[in-house]
């Protein structure tokens, strides 16, 4: 009764929803029958363990089926089922297509392969956080006080803690905690950027960011991203003709190519900083990814003229929204206003659990059973994708992202229109280049690299155009 | 051993802090010590429940004390202490004063007695939220996934159910979920506002507002803020002469003075709206305070011209960062894209608790009792500041505010800042007016309106300038 039909154009996980809510609504499944395990269904079926829990997550949302924990999942009551019948769950659509590819990727509906996704599958991370730590949010009364604005005094001194054992001298009190990386360019764009300044970004590089800053009315100006870190000359030439007042990098598991760049490159850097008066926000929110530490902007200039900026989402996942920035000290007090202007203060459940989580000790171990997946994703995508017909970047050899070269004659555009239809996420090229560059590209996040849904439909566009 | 002395220049709370840190750290008080409850130690010293609540916090953020629930306080191990003893715990200052006083009111960081704050006592709020949502978000694994960017399916459903309830024919497709209601505003500014633009607000009224406005280069137009609502002559002539785009007000239990429009206003506000055509932006954060339904702008307009904002710090206490923006549908999507561009997406944490808070009727009792202990409060404390001296103006019934006119020859600048002094937050008038009104008034929340040290203090003042 399970049934998909694989060479249907309905995607997967739309069949199984549709399949297990005509059950359902049609009676066959009474109310409090329990369902198949995720794993067992998606034997039945032939398809995917995501494909299947996502399927889940959708029925459930729509108040059809209940989760019990250890125990399964179980038909909803009928009195659920209609008090929820009112919803209407498709939010409305995003008026700018990149932020509508960023809304895709956050929320993930009718997504059976997420491969364009930057975050780490939600089964990855469900033994993240301990529920000790949930259960004493309780005890705690944590949401009858505000979080402190700049953030909660013990979370900043273990945040500044581990950048202190990464190699970076700081306090507590350059450090201004926010709602994720998002949230801090966007503090540090209203709080040091106006209207008409040029700031320089990684090209390729993240595709929100651009749009951020022409929303505060500030001109992004591309610079070359290398193998080795930023292409020093373009980025002098940028500096000369522009006269920015920042420059936005990534220096660590670059998004979306994946490389980092050499101590080399990073004094190189910061030599033309100061030729050039900017200031740099470096963007590490993919470091605690990184197996082997590396030498990064802030660590050399110890926040002179360098705005650290991480998160916790890219290892916790996307629902832990939290950010930091680690500010040069005179900095702070604008940022923290900026703060209050934009949202009042943060989340003192998010901040509350993130610190018990850090002094733990739990969050390192989780850290290290992220990394050594990923490293054995990355070998199982690198040959299914190499495979399937892409050419892959050798210049990257760690974290979420495979940066693939489509062969010649695929349309990037096309192919991506016709794989989500087909349920799968991708994320194009030309989405991370203001340039114009990267167009023939595809950013794969290898924890989806070997799913055969996402290799078979590649394989034959490639085999087509070969 | 716990004595503090009632005339000295150092606040109570001050002198409890430091007398029971000598005691830890000379030893007389030794590692896993009970210390005193709250009660007991509040009689012993002969200071206020809260002054000790707040002293064992400080205490507690400092690793001195630990919190064992249902057991009390406890002396730390001294393993603890030398870890924090680096913690820099103060935050840096504000650059502008009256975001710093909104700092204070958030953090009350070395206040006794809160007096100017907007928020209920957290001892109001322990209960709020039952302890077993907070286990049910551990094993819900809600960390693992984002919320959705306009905001979690079912929570807008139960927001939308909520002011259906109220008469606001509404879908969950308006609701856009927010970091509370100043993350709200901000998002409606970047969205519908540009440089220059002039924008209406309530004089006196919420206070970080006009801040917020001209950080985005809109230039604040003060209406004045009549007994009956909106004074409708001010709003025409302002109307007329800056043609603005926007008028931001806040209809029930009025933040500062407590007051609500008529229905008669309302109609009066949306008839100008009409003829000058401009949006409204109706703040309702105080209305669950209210314990009669009061007629709304957006429920007579049915959001076409206006936009709802609604959160739940105000009753669940400033730890729950969720608001909601209820807007026509039309500028849904583009409220949706401002808020991935200033913080990605929301608190899946937050936004799960109210879900489940709001689902289990929980939430409805909960404000039941607030509002019965905030009408004994306002009687009380409008007797004691009686006696003191104060003013009481009596246009206002409900909610957390009492505006209280000083006496002649007393002046609000001094006094704050020596209230300041003596562990005192207090909310001075010239603050909520851009206009340079309210000069000579105080906005005192009535949770504390009572307290012996804000009424002795202010009774002093009184009679020394009478």
């Given amino acids: 009764v399970f049934d998909v039909v694989r060479k249907s154009t309905v995607p997967l996980g739309d069949q199984l929803v549709e399949r297990v809510s005509g059950l359902i609504e049609s009676g066959r ?4 029958s329990r369902l198949p395990s995720v794993r067992q269904l998606a034997r039945r079926a032939g398809v995917s363990v995501y494909t299947v829990t996502s399927a889940f997550e959708r ?4 108040g059809l089926i209940d989760a019990r924990p250890g125990a399964g999942y179980f038909v909803a009551p009928t009195s659920n089922r209609l008090a929820l019948s009112r919803i209407e769950l498709a939010p409305l659509a995003s008026s700018d297509p990149v932020l509508g590819f960023a809304r895709n990727a956050i929320e993930q509906d009718a997504i059976s392969v997420p491969a364009g996704s930057g975050f780490l599958p939600p089964s990855w991370l469900a033994d993240a956080v301990p529920s000790s730590i949930f259960s004493k949010v309780g005890r705690a009364g944590v949401l009858t006080e505000s979080a402190p604005v700049q953030g909660e005094a013990i979370l900043r001194e273990l945040l500044a803690e ?14 201004v905690v926010t709602f994720g990386a998002s949230h801090a360019f966007d503090l540090i764009a209203r709080t040091l ?14 595709f929100v960011l651009p749009i951020q800053l022409r929303s505060h009315g500030v001109h992004p100006v591309p610079v070359k991203r290398a193998a ?60 605690d990814l990184a197996p082997r530490p590396a030498v990064f902007l802030a660590q050399i200039d110890e926040l002179k003229r360098v705005l650290y900026v991480g998160s916790f989402t890219k290892v916790l996942g996307p629902g832990m929204r939290i950010g930091f920035i680690a500010a040069p000290e005179a900095l702070v007090p604008q940022l923290v206003d900026s703060k209050i202007l934009s949202v009042l203060s943060g989340s003192a459940l998010d901040e509350f659990v993130l610190r018990e989580l850090l002094a733990s000790g739990k969050y390192r171990k989780h850290t290290e059973r992220v990394r050594d997946r990923l490293a054995k994703s990355r070998a199982a995508a690198t040959n299914a994708l190499h495979r399937a017909g892409m050419i892959i970047e050798q210049t990257a050899a760690d974290g979420i992202f495979l940066w693939c070269r489509l062969p010649e004659g695929v349309d990037s555009e096309r192919l991506s229109a016709d794989a989500r239809a087909a349920g799968i996420l991708l994320a194009k090229g030309a989405m991370f280049s203001i340039s114009g560059l990267s167009t023939a590209y595809l950013r794969i996040n290898v924890a989806y690299g070997s799913d055969p849904l996402l290799t078979q439909f590649l394989g034959a566009r490639c085999a087509a155009a070969a």
């Fill in 228 to 287: 080795e870190g930023v292409d020093l000359e373009s980025l002098e030439s940028a500096a000369r003709l522009h006269r920015p007042r920042m420059f936005f990098t990534q220096t660590v598991l670059h998004n979306p190519t994946g490389t980092s760049a050499t101590a080399a490159n990073c004094h190189g850097i910061l030599k033309l900083a100061e030729k050039y008066n900017f200031l740099v926000v470096e963007d590490h929110v993919y470091s």
């Fill in 29 to 32: 499944l009474p109310e409090g």
């Fill in 193 to 206: 950027l106006k209207a008409n300044d040029s700031v320089m970004v990684d090209d390729p590089g993240y």
């Fill in 59 to 62: 029925l459930s949302a729509k």
């Fill in 162 to 175: 581990r950048l202190r054992m990464a190699g970076l001298p700081v306090a507590a009190r350059s450090v």
